[in-house]
């Protein structure tokens, strides 16, 4: 997955080779690990419970113990509830689209619906909306759920 990770600049190619990658424990194996560290990559995946103490019980053998940014890894699940936004769509969640670039054209619509709606549904009535999406539906109901009456 991440051969394919590439990051835009402003002028000239992108780049392939992030400053850190967040993942949870599911992504934290010895090869992973050895993977990251050979691109120069900071690997921000803490460990496994199994592990260290598997890495315990091998005692002076057993390895220095996983060292990760704990406050890189707390702001991980911010990329978690943008997926769990996009997986709303219900196109998106079971891709039931054909080709591949029909999918990712369904994603970058989805992702503009949750960009307008972060930074512009607060300030509208529901009257305003109409009858868009139903997960921008419920955001309305609960932004106007907040306010006084």
Known sequence: ML????VRLLVGRPRTRPGAVAGD??????????????????????????????????????GRPVSHDA????????????????????GIATRYDKTPGSYLAGLHLRASIVELVRRYLPCHTREEVGNLDPWIQARVDESQADQPI
């Not at 051969?3 to 590439?6: A, Q």
């Open 25 to 62: 424990k599911a992504y934290s194996s010895r090869a992973n690990r050895a993977y990251l560290r050979k691109r120069h990559i900071k690997a921000v995946i803490s460990e496994k419970k199994d592990q260290a103490a598997n890495r315990k019980k091998k005692g002076s053998r057993g």
């Open 71 to 90: 406050d890189l890894y707390k702001e991980r699940n911010t990329v978690e509830h943008l997926i769990n936004k996009l997986k709303a769509w219900r």
């Open 3 to 6: 051969k394919k990770v590439r």
